[in-house]
């Protein structure tokens, strides 16, 4: 089993960062970062492959979104830049040991969630 804590949300005006991140019990070959809006589905936004070289995208968080890992520390982070109002959910923590590390629907650990809330 795979254990989850994510961190780092918080409230932001528009065009303001964030950066999340996530330690785990133990690393899986893909991790990822999801969101949820209120009265939306989960989505996926982005994921990394074991290797961090190799990583995955949503077309909404293309060039503002960056996804690290670092797995000495068995940490993922996402580094949100020029958020938007839009933007604002419940973000999520996943790992996988499948990949394609895009495929959303194979994460099946995840966090508890933090909340980034942009205004």
């Known amino acids: 089993d795979v254990q989850l804590v994510e961190s780092g949300g918080g409230s932001v005006q528009a065009g303001g960062s964030l950066r999340l991140s996530c330690v785990a019990s133990?690393?899986?070959?893909?991790m990822g970062w999801f969101r949820q809006a209120p009265g939306k589905e989960r989505e996926g936004d982005a994921g990394i492959y074991r290797s961090g070289d190799i990583t995955y995208y949503a077309n909404s968080v293309k060039g503002r979104f960056t996804i690290s890992r670092d797995n000495a520390k068995n940490t993922v982070y996402l580094q949100m830049n020029s958020l938007k109002p839009e933007d604002t959910a419940m973000y999520y923590c996943?790992?996988?040991?499948?990949?394609?590390?895009?495929?959303?629907?194979?994460?099946?650990?995840w966090g508890q969630g933090t909340q980034v809330t942009v205004s």
């Open positions: 996943a790992a996988n040991s499948l990949v394609p590390c895009g495929d959303w629907r194979g994460y099946n650990y």
């Open positions: 133990g690393l899986r070959a893909c």
